[in-house]
């Protein structure tokens, strides 16, 4: 069975500080993960994804994320945050080699706000 | 390219109405999946099609919710009757799935259902 914890409901930070959200996963297989982004009234957007290639993995806005198989995290990270960024963000887990569809097993979110 | 398109964006009708939600996913994609957003239980997984064909939905709430695919570029999520409860943001999402769980779902804008 496959879980995801986002281990912050919210996270505040000053315009051009930097921006950590923090997710650990748990896995039986070799992981796929995610992260979204889903601003108001609107749809979850792809942000970055990981499947097994460069465990740093450089997403859209500037954002990247590391995988640490030894932490099991995988945490999203940008160097100096900007208005728009404030959204909610979702980490997400999919376990390769399950066969079939692929479902995805969804973080309960971080809403991130960003402090002028 | 034309994204995943949702209809109705906004739905408000009284309980115990009939409610019918639409889905087109992205062209050439051959996985389909219905959530639903509320504040309380975050985003939920309600049933995922592959090939037109319905894979899990153990995630449907209860007999009054059915879904269906009738061809690769249509679907659609029912609720007959309606109840209060069943108010929230319901996105579909789609994917082209290989079955190595690494291939990301793309979301619609969702339609916002609310129930009076």
């Known amino acids: ?116 | 390219d034309a994204g995943v398109i949702q209809s109705p964006r906004h739905e408000v009708t009284e309980m115990g109405q009939e409610v019918t939600l639409r889905c087109k996913p992205i062209s050439g994609h051959n996985s389909l999946f219905w959530y639903r957003q509320t504040m309380m239980r975050g985003l939920e997984l309600l049933i995922y099609f592959n090939n037109n064909v319905p894979i899990d939905d153990s995630g449907m709430p209860e007999d009054r919710f059915s879904a269906k695919m009738p061809n690769a570029s249509f679907s659609t999520l029912k609720i007959q009757p309606s109840e209060p409860r069943d108010s929230a943001v319901y996105f579909c999402a789609s994917s082209l799935a290989l079955g190595g769980g690494n291939q990301p779902q793309h979301f619609g804008d969702g339609t916002r259902l609310s129930i009076l």
């Open chain 1, 1 to 116: 069975a496959q879980s995801v914890t986002q281990l912050d409901s919210h996270v505040s930070v000053s315009e051009g500080t930097p921006v950590l959200l923090r997710c650990n996963y748990s896995s039986s297989y070799s992981p796929s993960l995610f992260w979204y982004v889903q601003h108001p009234n609107k749809g979850l957007q792809l942000l970055l994804k990981y499947t097994s290639a460069a465990t740093l993995v450089k997403g859209i806005n500037g954002f990247e994320a590391e995988f640490k198989k030894s932490e099991t995290s995988f945490h999203l990270t940008k160097p100096s945050a900007h208005m728009s960024d404030a959204a909610e963000y979702f980490c997400v887990v999919s376990e390769t080699g399950r066969g079939g569809a692929d479902g995805l097993t969804f973080g309960k979110g971080t809403h991130l706000i960003i402090q002028p």
